[in-house]
Structure formats: structure tokens, C-alpha cells
């Protein structure tokens, strides 16, 4: 089954919106140079989706770094996936660790925004990983078992091809620690088993699964090589165009 490879920028609460114009600019400039057939993602600060989605044939998509659980209504400062579907954006981050972490974003509350996106259209990429004493317990399986559980499995077949995963342990993220490419490919290989017998081989054969944590343009071809992986989620790194394109182009095998 060939799944699409996806590269995804995270950039969390980072760029001026003339950074982050300047970066949409040269993407473009650069487009020859991205391959075909890989599927590029950019989750800037919400405030910038709008000028972002303005680009004239963009070579990205656009994500949101959250949405609310609700469609409308009371809830100062919050966004909605209603709002976000009349907008040229595809997917949402749905339970980054630091959503969960700082935020205290838990299972029960995920699982409802992940119901939101796909009510209104929007494909959620929906973040599981391990902290550092789960892995160093061996816990990290059970841990993300726990988390595919509540936060996913209440979906229909139908719903969950509409879901991206994203592997991110939390020992890696922004620590320049990267899990080896065996690490990532046994958990890779463990959650889409555990998708198969929860919607089906088939549906699991396309959910993509991505891994985050420290992806830079050195490691990101080894990981990319993994049969499970198909693709990254990218949060420094993506913060500088040219390292980007790299790690776009090394997708393709380039
Ligand atoms: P990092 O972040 O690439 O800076 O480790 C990844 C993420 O948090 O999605």
C-alpha cells in the first residue's frame, strides 16, 4: 500500500507574520525543487492562516495547532473547527504534548476535538507519544495504547481514514534527541497493528503515521525509510526554509 508521504511544519509560537510571509514566499520560489508526489504541511500561529491561505497556488497546506471542541459560542479566544473549514485549511494538531501538558489537555477532551474536526472537514493529525520515564519504565506501548484508546477508537472505519497520527515521545521533542529509526519503526509498526484490529488492515494500511521529535534534515532519510513511517512532524527545523526543503526532498529519496 503506498501512502503518500507527509512533511509537516509545527511551528508553535514562533515567527512575526513577516517571517512567516517571508518563509510562504520563498516555499514558492523554491517549488521546483520540492518533489512530487510528497504532501507539505505548515501549521503556523492560527493568526497567520489567513494571510498564509492568500498565496496563490500554494505548495502547502495549511494546519491549525488546535481547535476547540465546540462549533461556536461562548468560549473567549478559543477557535473552532467551524471556522477553520471555511478557510483553505485541511488538517488540525490535535493533543501535542504540549497541548496536553501545558494546557492539561486530557483523553476525554482530545477525543471531542478530534469529533469536531471531523465534522466540519478538517483532517486531525492526532498526536500519541511516550514521556521519558514511561520509555525508560518500557511503558511506552501501553501508554500510547491508552491514548489511541480514548482518543480514537470510538471512530467509525469511514473516520478514522480521515485521521493522521503522529508518533512524538516526548523525550525527543525539541531536545535534539531523536528516537533511533528502530525505535520509531516498532512503534510505528505496534500502532498501525493496533489500528487494524480496532477499524480493519485495510483502513489501517492508510492512515498515515508520522514521527516527530528532533527531525532535522540529517535524520529525517533514515526515519523516512522505515516502512511505517510516512512522514514527519517537524517543529525547529521547520522553522527554516531551507532545512525544510531538505527534509521535503529527502521524502522522496532525494
Ligand atoms: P521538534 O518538535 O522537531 O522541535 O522536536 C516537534 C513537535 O513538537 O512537533
Redesign the pocket.
Known sequence: MMRTKLVAG?W?MNKTLTEAMEFAVSLQEHRDELPDGVEVMIAPPSLYLVPMEMVKDPVYELAAQNCSQHSFGAFTGEISAAMLSEMRVRYAIIG???RRQYFHEGDTLLARKVDACLLHGIKPVFCVGENLEERQEKRHFITVLHQLEHGLYHLSPAQMADVVL?Y?PVW????GVTASSDQAQEMHAFVRQSLASHVGEATANRVRILY????NASNSADLFACPDVDGA??????LKVHEFIRIIRSAAGL
Open positions: 509545527n508553535k501535542h504534548s504540549e503522529a512524538e525527543a521533542i525539541g531536545t516527530g521529535g528532533s527531525v512532524l517537524v517543529g525547529g527545523a521547520s
